[in-house]
């Protein structure tokens, strides 16, 4: 931990939300996440962590409390935030090149520079032979990738993540958070990472946020004092990891 | 291979058809009820020969396409409109709907006292039977729109028209596609009833001429030349389809 005071990059402020208005889906949601902050957010499926998502990126609105990107309230959409959602929603109809140029479209790159980015994306995503291939020609693994691919080449200076690798098998899973770690490591943006998987988020994070169910609202914060930079695989080796993991498991199923 | 084996498969079905047919229209029924496919090809061969089947054959078909042609023109606006505004398009909703169960060939009568015996009331029949599927599909297309995919957009703070550039119109096009492939079939079935109703040509009006005379060979050699129009129609929509959506594949 660096000595100088942390930057907020997202904070909540006494936020509930809900869609009807006798369902609360979010209650009294108190959060921040710092610059460089690498943050995981656990909870049973439907405690309303996508939600959290939808609110940080002006997608859905608060019924109370405030929303704050970089110390400005969020209204509508605000620049530089970086979505991934854990079903790719890529295009089916572009190739995997022309999905990672919607990035760099909405980002406004010139378009000479297209071709160049794209290349440097591909290569950095192992996915160069696979350029012109379609999403349905590819497996779930490089589906995932053309998606990173696409927000990379967004360049947001936040990133939210929605279960980005859930629908990938163990291997693919961990293969995919290493990538992540690695260009997270070069970049140090604020990540808010959603996930049921508690040891993909001890293994990501260097802070995991526990939510409990309906309404949602934040149980719990837990440091995570594993070194850095940090090979997520040899991570789940240590007797610290497992103390964590099994700590949060313990906190979740409490209820 | 597949498709080699397929075309075989289809000739020998239609062989077998056709052979069914003469056998039938020779040793069981009367042959003012039914003509034999020989006696149809005979006639076919002379029409054609004469030109009568080129200037009825075009008739329809040009009648049949610009109906189609128009439909997807007008159709397809108003379906993304419909899309875009739900309130307008819950508003017209019944109405529309009121229309498009309306059978239009009792509007018929109409087009002709309006628009006359020439090409164009045979063009707003077509255009009457094809526009609705059209507009109903676009509308569909456009509900069924992925969510994620224009929350990625906007995410990303693409503008309104980028996201119908990249996202409502590229999902759009399977349904128009449906729907073009639905509407050959009406657009002829409305190119033809504008022709019994009321033409001078085209092969509806053939068929309807030859039914009056009670020559039932001409009646069938009318029908047989829809057929192959029809076959025809599907099979260029199939192409162009297609074509247009290769990544599927």
């Known amino acids: 931990m660096s000595e100088a005071p942390k930057k907020t990059a997202v904070e909540l402020h006494e936020v509930s939300l809900s869609y009807e208005p006798s369902i609360p889906v979010l209650r009294d949601i108190n959060l921040v996440i710092n610059e460089g902050e690498f943050v995981s957010i656990v909870g049973p499926s439907g405690c309303g962590k996508s939600s959290l998502l939808k609110l940080i990126s002006g997608l859905v609105n608060p019924i109370s409390g405030e929303v704050s990107v970089r110390g400005k309230k969020v209204v509508g ?15 089916p109809w572009a190739n995997v090149k022309d999905n990672i140029r919607v990035g760099l479209e909405c980002a406004g790159v010139t378009r000479s520079d297209h071709d160049s980015r794209i290349q440097s994306l591909l290569d950095l995503l192992g996915l160069a032979e696979f350029g012109s291939h379609y999403p349905h020609a590819l ?32 291997l693919t899973k961990i293969a995919m958070g290493r990538e992540l770690l690695r260009i997270w490591g070069e970049q140090k943006r604020p990540v808010l990472f959603v ?40 991570v789940r080796m240590l007797p610290e990891f497992h103390a964590l993991v099994d700590k949060i498991w313990s906190d979740i199923t409490e209820e | ?23 039938a229209a020779t040793y069981w029924v009367d042959p003012f009820w039914l003509a034999k496919p020989s006696e149809i090809a005979a006639r076919l061969t002379e029409l054609a020969v004469s030109g009568d089947l080129w200037l009825h054959g075009r008739a329809t078909v040009t009648n049949a396409f610009w109906g189609l042609f128009f439909s997807v023109l007008i159709g397809v606006p108003i379906g993304l409109l419909f899309g875009a505004n739900r309130f307008l398009a819950d508003t017209i909703e019944p109405f529309f709907l009121g229309l498009y169960s309306l059978p239009r060939v009792a509007l018929a009568p109409l087009f002709i006292l309006w628009l006359g015996i ?3 009331s045979k063009i707003v029949m077509a255009f009457s039977m094809v526009v609705f599927v059209v507009v109903l599909n676009t509308y569909e297309g456009v509900r069924a729109v992925d969510r994620e995919q224009l929350d990625m957009i906007r995410v990303m703070r693409g503008s309104q028209f ?15 596609f449906a729907s073009i492939r639905a509407g050959v079939g009406l657009a002829l079935v409305g190119a ?27 009646v069938f050699s009318g029908l047989f030349a829809l057929l192959a129009i029809g076959i025809g129609f599907n099979e260029v929509a199939r192409a162009i389809e297609a074509r247009f959506m290769r990544y599927r594949s």
């Open chain 1, 77 to 91: 959409t605000p620049p530089s935030i970086g979505f991934m959602f854990q079903r790719d929603a890529l295009l």
């Open chain 1, 139 to 170: 497996s779930g693994g490089m589906r995932q990738r053309t998606a990173l691919g696409r927000l990379l080449a967004y360049a947001p200076e936040i990133y939210l993540m929605d279960e980005p690798f859930g629908a990938l098998d163990a």
């Open chain 1, 195 to 234: 996930t049921h998987d508690i040891e993909e988020a001890v293994s990501l994070s260097d802070r995991v946020v526990v939510m409990s169910w309906r309404p949602g609202t934040i149980k719990a914060n837990y440091e995570v004092a594993l070194e850095r930079p940090r090979d997520p695989r040899k």
């Open chain 2, 1 to 23: 291979m597949r498709r080699i084996s397929l075309t075989l498969a289809r000739l020998a079905l239609a062989a077998f058809i056709l052979g069914l047919w003469e056998y």
């Open chain 2, 118 to 120: 020439d090409d164009l």
């Open chain 2, 162 to 176: 980028y996201l119908v550039r990249r996202v409502v119109l590229p999902s759009v096009t399977p349904w128009v």
């Open chain 2, 192 to 218: 033809v009833l504008g022709e019994f109703l009321g033409a001078n040509r085209g092969l509806g009006w053939y068929v309807e001429f030859s039914a009056g005379r009670l020559d039932v060979i001409g």
